[in-house]
């Protein structure tokens, strides 16, 4: 009776332990149930063993026993070595991601972000349990590229005053804890996850403000000639976006991260003019995209041209023409020119895609710069490209030929130019801090603003570049490369017929072909 129960002890055990092998991983998601089972399991299996001790020694004596020892222990090698090259593989993992589209790889602003973490950043994912490896998919690129990234997957409805603890509201919701900070997204894409990444990083709100009362571009519009997806997109990356008259406030404010003049249809006042200087004396960071004229008789943008002029970008009144033919890719014409090219600068690093600017102007360096301030171009046109000087023929007749006896310029032409210098400390450096980042202003001259607009921004590379240009001029580089894509849909409609088609081949006529060829061999032979 007692044999009995010892051997029913012995083979429950080692079906525990299998059961919690099979549970541990075919269910990631219950381990604490496999490291149970597998206790239990072991502690059959050893009572047994202690019950039975002396069966087992007689076993172990025959010669067919030490036989199979041998050949146990020549497995039990194998199976160590296959260990050791598993666990070295773990720990120089290195995987490739072959699909077309690099949907399993993340995008350089995420490694970037990942890459400079320097405290543990720590993922909670609560949602239901049979959604957690659509979930596990996507973080776990996060974990690979950095091992600060710990993720705990977390059931709300199983782990209740954990989920309240959180705040959480829905289900799906991702908290990301970085240095006593706290943020949370309720999406697992690419882009909402590492803009989560990038504002518990930040720990703070940047504030941009866009200039209003000379018709510049509104951030509120949903127009095609509006800025409302381009500050959304800001807010996404946890930049705050406001507006500012300056005429009317009679200065910039002091929290301005980045103050953006976006294509203003009359020039600014001297008072406009000063307080921007002033603002930039304190370290501040600028963006002027200063459209060409766009009827014949638009009044020049004197006073802001004079502005740009001042920081060594010299904006120029011609309109940027290209007949390369590269504007017939995305559907454009010679007025929008197209760059493809772009001089080594921060904000185009490692940037290979298309842009579009539709109606641009020059804005160039000028040659050994102005008051110390030296620019350097980081957009240009094609070299069939120019800057045409004879605005009025063509805005009234669309005419355009090359004529650099009228002061035409044959391109490249340089669209966009920026700038660095150092600022004057508003207080001398505290003691500890002499190490601390000098403060650093930052102007950007573009001769466009189109391209930011809704109507331009899905155009190739335009959103990554006006998104690049303002992670420059925040001194936040981490922020400067390529936003992560949305998936591409590759999926394939069928018609019934088809559908019925490969419901044939695929369950009975291939199949059928190996069972018949099967049998003839079969037929043969016998």
Same mark, same amino acid.
């Given at each position: ?19 919690? &092998? ?20 072991? #502690? ?200 500012? #008259? ?68 010299? &904006? ?62 980081? #957009? ?38 920026? &700038? ?107």
């Amino acid at each position: 009776m007692v044999n009995r129960l010892l051997s029913l002890v012995g083979w429950l055990g080692t079906a525990l332990v299998f059961v919690a &092998v099979a549970i541990r991983f075919g269910y990631p998601a219950k381990e604490q149930w496999a490291s149970y089972l597998a206790w239990a399991g072991l #502690v059959c299996v050893l009572a047994y063993t202690l019950g039975q001790w002396r069966e087992i020694a007689k076993v172990f004596s025959r010669r067919q026993a030490r036989y199979g020892t041998l050949a146990a222990t020549s497995v039990l090698v194998v199976l160590g070595i296959l260990v050791a090259i598993n666990y070295i593989g773990a720990r120089q993992n290195k995987r490739w991601d072959l699909t077309v589209s690099k949907q399993f790889s993340l995008s350089d602003q995420s490694r970037n972000v990942l890459t400079k973490l320097d405290s543990p950043l720590q993922v909670l994912v609560f949602a239901q349990e049979p959604e957690f490896p659509r979930y596990r998919d996507k973080l776990k690129e996060y974990e690979y590229m950095s091992k600060k990234v710990t993720t705990e997957y977390i059931d709300p409805d199983k782990k209740p005053t954990l989920a309240k603890q959180n705040q959480i509201q829905q289900y799906g919701t991702i908290v990301f804890n970085y240095k006593g900070r706290t943020e949370r997204v309720t999406s697992d894409n690419e882009q909402e996850l590492t803009n989560g990444v990038i504002k518990v990083v930040s720990g703070q709100q940047r504030k941009i403000y866009f200039t209003q009362g000379h018709g510049e571009k509104d951030t509120v519009s949903a127009d095609r000639d509006g800025y409302n997806t381009i500050a959304a997109a800001l807010g996404r990356e946890n930049y705050t976006v406001e507006k500012v #008259v300056i005429a009317q406030q009679g200065a910039v404010p002091d929290e301005a991260s980045v103050v953006i003049v976006a294509g203003p249809r009359t020039d600014f006042f001297a008072p406009e003019i000063e307080a921007l200087k002033k603002y930039l004396e304190k370290s501040g960071k600028l963006l002027l995209e200063l459209d060409p004229p766009d009827k014949a008789d638009s009044p020049p943008l004197t006073n802001l041209i004079a502005l740009a002029h001042d920081w060594g970008v010299q &904006v120029a009144n011609n309109v940027v023409v290209d007949v390369s033919g590269m504007g017939r890719l995305i559907g454009t014409d010679a007025s929008v020119p197209v760059a493809a090219n772009y001089p080594s600068h921060p904000i185009t690093q490692r940037f290979t895609f298309l842009t579009a600017f539709p109606l641009a102007r020059e804005a160039s360096p000028i040659s050994g710069g102005v008051n110390g301030h030296i620019a350097q171009t980081f #957009v240009e046109t094609s070299p069939r490209s120019w800057a045409e000087t004879d605005i009025k023929s063509l805005l009234l007749r669309g005419e355009v030929a090359l004529d650099e006896s009228k002061g035409d310029k044959k391109g490249p032409v340089a669209i966009a130019s920026a &700038v660095s210098a150092a600022a004057t400390p508003a207080a001398p450096p505290k003691p500890g801090e002499a190490d601390a980042p000098k403060p650093e202003t930052r102007v950007v001259v573009m001769g466009d603003s189109d391209f930011a607009a809704n109507g331009g921004l899905g155009i190739q590379g335009n959103r990554d570049l006006f998104m690049n240009t303002v992670g420059w001029l925040t001194l936040q580089e981490n922020l400067i490369s390529i936003r992560p894509k949305e998936a591409d849909d590759r999926r394939i409609t069928l018609t019934a017929t088809q559908q019925s088609n490969i419901t044939w081949l695929s369950l009975l006529l291939i199949p059928g072909f190996v069972f018949a060829t099967g049998v003839f061999t079969w037929w043969r032979r016998r």
